[in-house]
């Protein structure tokens, strides 16, 4: 039995994902958004220098911030940086290396939730929070309740992330909707998350 039929996943393959996105944007004016944030991308004439000076206010944010500097200024992949806590203390923390390992998966919170669980010699994450630079897609949220982490605060929305060329919309639309999960996903140092992005809109990259 084919379970996934080809009409399924064609929407989500490059040749058909421009035609879908841009109908989305377009309806969501997201076009104008999407212009703006590149224009300021532009702006940033080094754009791995600009991005240090970036200021969260949440003190794990900025670690997650810094994350993702580190793995867009490294060339290992999308500015997605993520960082776990416990009682106030970082456990792990992870960015995006799907370039550098040649691994899909491996997403910045999926990079930080091995590695706590590494560090604390468990499967387990109870207890803990994450924070992450954009909001979790479909693969990194259930790895989330998987290792059933507590909370997840998040910089950037899933738009956002669509902005500067992540499919992460196209998958979260066969989710379902994110409002069951209620207040597990708090959003929170939106601004300085923009800020990365725009600084990794500016640089060169590969989009995948
Ligand atoms: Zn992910």
Known sequence: MDRFPTTFSHPFKWAGYGAYVAKRRIRAAGILLALAMLLAGACFAE????????????????IAIDEAIEGITQGHGGPFGAVIVRDGEVVGSGHNRVLANNDPTCHGEVSAIRDACANLETYDLTGCELYTTGEPCPMCLFACLWANVDKVYYGCTIEDNAMIGFRDEAFDNLMGDRDELGDYLVCMDREACLELFAAYAGMERVIY
């Open 47 to 62: 754009p791995a220098d600009d991005a240090t000076a970036i200021v969260a206010e949440n003190p794990f944010m900025q």
